[in-house]
């Protein structure tokens, strides 16, 4: 499948777009050219050699806290796609197989976290166990799991009907048996566009959150912070939201494109796509001229 997606113009943009994203947050706290905490007197200053994105209001350098920040907005994102994606579709794999009452159960589940409002849940669950980062996604991350109860839980139906894993149950192989060897690859790819989605979701969930001041307490730098501050002074320097607000943006198209990319070459598109390269390498073939032999 990555041979695929890389092959779509579409998705070398995605990965490439999201491989530098992820370098800012494993490198941008290395790569500051100052201390992002460090206050001085040169308050909302405008660009210069030394402050490449000017200073905010306490005098902080904006380009070293925007780079700080990205660890941040990117690992929150990550909890928020990996627990959606555990809780989630652990169970709608499950549902299937583990007879009526846990399906009736886990439905019901469904229904009820797709309720409720997941920024009004996170500010209420992190009043009760203390403001932080991890507390907050880990509850957004239980907030969007429907999205990948829904999606596995209809990948694995579409499976569980077919004859080769009624001939497994009747032969008396495991549940655990039948989904690693037969269910989970049918389901991955589905599942792939979910998560890729869930990445961008779970950027503007992060950037919500932090530009309220939840979940990270300030001076710590984040991309929803900087913008929430650079808001306020406006009229001083009105350019100054559009870094952080293009990173935000950018990442999120990144992960939606990386989705439809993952989409479109997988299943019965992908087979589709890769039925028409074939044929089209089969043309050219064809329309090559044969090398011409001499005859002695």
């Not at 399906?103 to 469904?110: A, F, I, S």
Request: charged share 15%; glycine share 8%.
């Amino acid at each position: 499948m990555v041979r695929r997606v890389l092959t779509l113009t579409s998705g070398r943009i995605a990965v490439v777009i999201l491989a530098v994203i992820a370098l800012l947050a494993i490198l941008g706290p290395l790569l500051a050219p100052q201390d992002p905490l460090a206050t001085s007197t040169h308050t909302l200053a405008d660009a210069s050699s030394a402050h490449w994105l000017g200073t905010d209001y306490l005098g902080r350098d904006t380009f070293s806290r925007l780079l700080d920040g990205s660890r941040v907005s990117v690992l929150g994102s990550l909890e928020v796609a990996l627990t959606a994606l555990v809780v989630g579709s652990v169970p709608g794999i499950l549902s299937v197989y583990l007879g009526r009452a846990f399906e009736w159960v886990t439905l019901r589940l469904t229904d009820t976290l797709v309720a409720l409002p997941f920024l009004l849940f996170a500010v209420a669950v992190i009043a009760l166990l203390g403001n932080g980062i991890t507390q907050a996604m880990l509850v957004t991350g239980v907030l969007v799991s429907p999205l990948f109860y829904r999606v596995a839980r209809a990948a694995t139906l579409t499976v569980a009907r077919s004859q080769y894993v009624e001939a497994a149950l009747v032969s008396g192989a495991s549940i655990g048996w039948i989904v690693r060897r037969h269910v989970w690859a049918k389901v991955l790819p589905p599942i792939a566009v979910a998560l890729a989605q869930t990445i961008g979701v779970g950027f503007v969930i992060v950037s919500s959150l932090t530009f309220l001041g939840i979940g990270v307490q300030p001076p710590a730098p984040t991309w929803g912070g900087l913008l929430a501050s650079d808001l306020a002074y406006l009229s001083h320097q009105p350019w100054a939201p559009v870094a952080p607000a293009l990173l935000i943006m950018v990442t999120v198209w990144a992960g939606n494109l990386l989705a439809d990319a993952i989409r479109d070459v997988s299943g019965e598109a992908g087979r589709a796509l890769v039925n028409r390269r074939k044929a089209r390498a089969h043309r050219i073939d064809k329309a090559e001229p044969a090398p011409a032999g001499g005859a002695r």
